[in-house]
């Protein structure tokens, strides 16, 4: 972790067996606390309603089978084998597979998009262009030409998000729901659900409001929780075998799986939603990829966590094998299987343990809905980094509060383990297809591998896949409905969202003023100009937005240095500090009008305060010092905007470079030559805090140079005023029912309810002005 930029520096190569063996056991708390809590509920959603545990043992030991070839297949061989190795320079998840796609196919869904972005050297790494005779390149060149098909792969993308923000809302339901069913064999029975339900509501309340401290704060305690569940497990499950069937191994037989079926026919298939849940939390491995690395993850899950959960179905099919008739209704469970003696203690374990894999997918749900606002496809929300060390480390409130609620509805209303496996099972088996046919693409266009090979991943996969989405489908009105019905309501949302946003930007673009117009005014603007800086803010990448002309012809004036800045996020998990600005004139360099574009990854902290403002400055004035200037704008073509603008990192990457300075000293003698030289502001007649520049003794700097930096000198001291606008969206009159639906209706009241943009917050507002515009698309 770098600490001051805030950027996580994935060790992938080079790395130390300390670090390796560090981040394993760190990766133990944050990745598998999730799937190292399945055995609390995988059997008895298994056996609540489809099937029964009779003498023969049949079914118990299919069960079993199923679960370890499930977990062998899915998460050993194609999470641990297959899919970690399609990061997205470090990263891992949906979208980091949508972002690899969109990078080496070009079918990215960001209108600001740039030629200047592919430069990038994340963007451009590992990037080769298939040959021009393979199948690769013809599906390159089909996803490139249809507009339709690159819909499509955003959609299944966005299907992914959803599915993973469902998960967020089921997983604590179930995870803590069933840790406190142990209650169940301490108390009467005829109590035990009026303690259940409650018990469940107030764990999950204090997880929800705990959030905006961060993990950080209780994270070193995560690992410890998570290896003392899964020794507990583990050595429960190890008791069990040897004392109740020894035989039991036999069971992992893959012929146990077709006695199953064969026997149970319908009912076992439709058992097989139970047994999916085996493998939630699976995903986790591949969206946390980024806080750790390939290794650590492979480790951990292939010596510690594997084992254990295999021991621990084991030890429960053992003891189950051998008691077919228990009194209490809990009788195919977790804790049935726990010594007496050992069920308290195991209890405050399971509990803590439950709260920890909740902990991870709530931190998942948080990044992954900032990664969709950062692509342009959620609302803007607040986002709070809850740790200056911790990279991805965010809170959103009001997605966390969102999130409890849903999650306590779901509690209260089923307040039962079988229906909420369902629907916590179709979830996860969703985001799961969803992830192989991405993965199929990306063998395809971004590994350059057979195609047969992506046939074979997609059908193999896909197969088992599918089988256990039928059995969870089949279940949609036991519970399964709620992952689809919250999936469809934030669909709905990001892709009304999506949708009025590009439509902005497409107005934005169609009624930019020309360069012609601005240059027509001269070097004044026909307006006087005034000192101090004049930022007005931008989604477009190039032209003028028409909103500045209702400045120009409004005001009387204007400030004497203009700078048209635009924020904007591209398809890589991170932006380097030395490529951030994108920094170049409008117009010959007497204008004083600049343009300057910050690029950030979906994964990147943006925050517009006094750093980010100094950053700003500095990139311009290092930006005129280089002699840059001279790419963008030549003496025989000013009257055209060139798009070349030159690539500015911020102070703290080039050392070397100009630096900006504050003190209250009125002394404006320059420094030596054997000296780094100041630029300082003209005296004044009272003391004042004065801003300088710092810059290199050497490339010297030429007159007009110098002139322009003294400038902006004396602009950054009179101080910044921010030119925001404010749009009004509408349709145009014949107008479509479903469009006027979509942006008078559904854009407007999610753009009213939604965040303002963050530099709207943290300006001042006598610096700010404010200017209203109707869009009509």
């Known amino acids: 972790m770098d600490l001051e930029t805030g950027v996580f520096q994935n060790p992938v190569k080079k790395e130390s067996w300390r670090i390796v063996l560090t981040l394993a056991y760190q990766s133990l708390g944050v990745v598998y606390g999730d799937l190292s809590t399945s055995p609390l509920y995988v059997y ?30 899915v998460p050993l061989l194609k999470y641990v084998f297959i899919v970690l190795k399609a990061d997205d320079n470090g990263e891992g998840g949906t979208f980091a597979l949508y972002s690899l796609l969109c990078r080496h196919a070009r079918v990215n869904a960001l209108p600001n998009c740039q030629s200047a972005d592919e430069e990038l050297s994340s963007y451009k790494k590992d990037i080769i262009s298939p040959a021009p005779t393979t199948f690769g390149a013809r599906l390159k060149s089909t996803l490139e030409k249809h507009r339709v098909l690159q819909r499509f792969l955003l959609v299944l993308a966005l299907i992914g ?18 840790a406190v069913s142990g209650v169940e064999l301490a108390t009467a029975k005829e109590h035990h659900k009026y303690i259940e339900v409650p018990v469940a509501c107030i764990i999950l309340i204090g997880l929800f409001a705990l959030q905006h401290y961060g993990t950080h704060r209780v994270g070193f305690l995560f690992a410890p929780v998570v290896i003392t569940w899964l020794l507990c497990i583990s050595s429960i499950g190890l008791y069990n075998i040897f004392y109740w069937n020894p035989r039991v191994y036999q069971a992992l037989s893959p012929y146990y799986m077709y006695k199953f079926l064969k026997k149970t026919q319908r009912g076992g298939w439709m058992s097989l939603g139970g047994i999916l849940l085996c493998i939630t939390g699976s995903e986790a491995m591949f969206a946390d990829l980024g806080h750790f690395s390939q290794l650590s993850i492979q480790i951990a899950f292939t010596t510690m966590v594997y084992p254990s959960l295999i021991l621990a179905y084991m030890g429960q099919a053992a003891y189950l094998s051998q008691h077919h008739r228990i009194q209490n209704d809990y009788h195919i469970g977790f804790y049935v299987s726990v010594p007496e003696k050992l069920r308290w203690p195991v209890l405050v374990i399971a509990i803590l343990a439950a709260v920890v894999g909740s902990q991870a997918i709530i931190t ?53 383990t079988k229906r909420l496996g369902n629907a916590s099972g179709l979830a ?55 992952p689809v019905a919250l999936s469809f309501l934030f669909m709905i949302v990001m892709c009304v969202w999506h949708y009025g946003t590009l439509k902005k930007y497409e107005f934005d673009v169609e009624n930019k003023v020309s360069v012609d117009w601005l240059l027509s005014l001269g070097p004044s603007l026909g307006i006087v100009r005034v000192r101090g800086i004049g930022l007005i803010h931008t989604e477009l990448v190039s032209g003028i937005p028409a909103i500045f002309s209702h400045f120009v012809t409004n005001l009387p004036a204007f400030h004497q240095v203009l700078v048209f800045l635009c924020v904007k996020y591209v398809p890589i998990p991170h932006v380097k500090h030395e490529e951030r600005f994108l920094v170049g004139h409008i117009g010959p360099k007497e ?8 690029r950030y990854g979906y994964r990147d902290a943006h925050k517009d305060d006094l750093v980010f403002e100094n950053d700003l400055v500095c990139s311009i004035a290092e930006f005129i010092r280089t002699g840059k200037s001279s790419l963008n704008c030549t003496d025989d073509d000013v009257t055209k905007e060139c798009d070349e603008m030159a690539v500015v990192g911020t102070p703290s990457t080039h050392l070397d470079g100009i630096h900006l300075r504050f003190d209250e000293s009125e002394n404006t003698s320059l420094a030596g030559t054997s000296e780094p030289r100041e630029i300082r502001s003209p005296p004044v007649t009272k003391l004042r805090k004065k801003v300088r520049f710092v810059i290199p003794e050497s490339p010297k700097i030429d007159s007009s140079a110098r002139e322009e930096l003294r400038e902006l000198m004396e602009a950054r001291e009179a101080g910044i005023a921010y030119i925001l606008g404010h749009s009004y969206v509408k349709t145009k009159q014949g107008s479509s029912l479903i469009k006027k639906l979509a942006i008078n209706y559904g854009y407007d009241f999610l753009r009213k309810n939604c965040r303002s943009p963050t530099y709207a917050f943290t300006v001042p507002h006598a610096s700010t002005l404010e200017v209203g515009m109707v869009y009509h698309i």
């Open 161 to 178: 998000a959803c599915m993973v923000i469902g998960d967020g809302i089921l997983t604590p339901a179930i995870s803590v729901f069933s």
């Open 591 to 598: 204008y004083r009008m600049y343009r300057v574009i910050v």
């Open 428 to 482: 996860v088996i969703t985001v799961m297809l969803v992830t192989t046919c991405l993965m199929s693409l990306v063998i395809v266009l971004c590994w350059h591998r057979n195609v047969i090979l992506a046939i074979c991943f997609v059908v193999f996969f896909g197969t088992v896949e599918a089988l256990y989405f039928s059995a969870s489908l089949i279940k949609f009105l036991e519970g399964a409905w709620v």
């Open 44 to 73: 008895k959603s298994t056996f609540a309603e489809d099937i029964k545990h009779s003498e023969t043992n049949e079914e118990i030991f299919g069960v079993l089978s199923f679960v370890f070839w499930t977990l062998t297949l």
């Open 364 to 416: 998942g749900t948080f990044s992954i809905i900032k990664q969709c606002s950062a692509l342009g496809c959620f609302p803007r929300v607040k986002i709070v980094h809850t740790s200056s060390k911790i990279h991805g480390q965010i809170y959103i409130p009001e997605i966390n509060w969102t999130l409890m609620l849903l999650c306590l509805a779901v509690t209260i209303g089923f307040r039962d």
